[in-house]
Nanobody, 123 residues
Framework: QVQLVESGGGLVQAGASLRLSCAAS????????MGWFRQAPGKEREFVAA????????YYADSVKGRFTISRDNAKNTVYLQMNSLKPEDTAVYYC????????????????WGQGTQVTVSS
């Protein structure tokens, strides 16, 4: 069992940066791939970024590649999403997720989800 709690969201202007954190409970955190997804009003939840269990491989949606960075600290049971050069279209609720699946961009690969944190980017 893994419980996830996101933090770090907020309201920023376009071009600003934010860092989201996701604190996980459970002793097997380091075994899980970790992902970040987001959901804007009226839209489906979409993949943003993912990290394999050891952080050695990371994956990004094309829309955030070069602007967002996922990282994890297994000693602290925490995964981060550094978001730079934010755009209004990045506005969404951001969720972190943990799972053992291999298709990192797929919602179905993740078994545990946080409650989400709101990110709002004004133009």
């Amino acid at each position: 069992q893994v419980q996830l709690v996101e933090s770090g969201g907020g309201l920023v202007q376009a071009g600003a940066s934010l860092r989201l954190s996701c604190a996980a409970s459970g002793r097997t955190f380091s075994s899980y791939a970790m992902g970040w997804f987001r959901q804007a009003p009226g839209k489906e939840r979409e993949f943003v970024a993912a990290s394999r269990w050891n952080g050695g491989n990371t994956y990004y949606a094309d829309s955030v590649k070069g602007r967002f960075t996922i990282s994890r600290d297994n000693a602290k049971n925490t995964v981060y999403l550094q978001m730079n050069s934010l755009k209004p279209e990045d506005t969404a609720v951001y969720y972190c997720a943990a799972g053992l699946g291999r298709i990192y961009y797929s919602i179905g690969s993740y078994d545990y989800w946080g409650q989400g944190t709101q990110v709002t980017v004004s133009s």
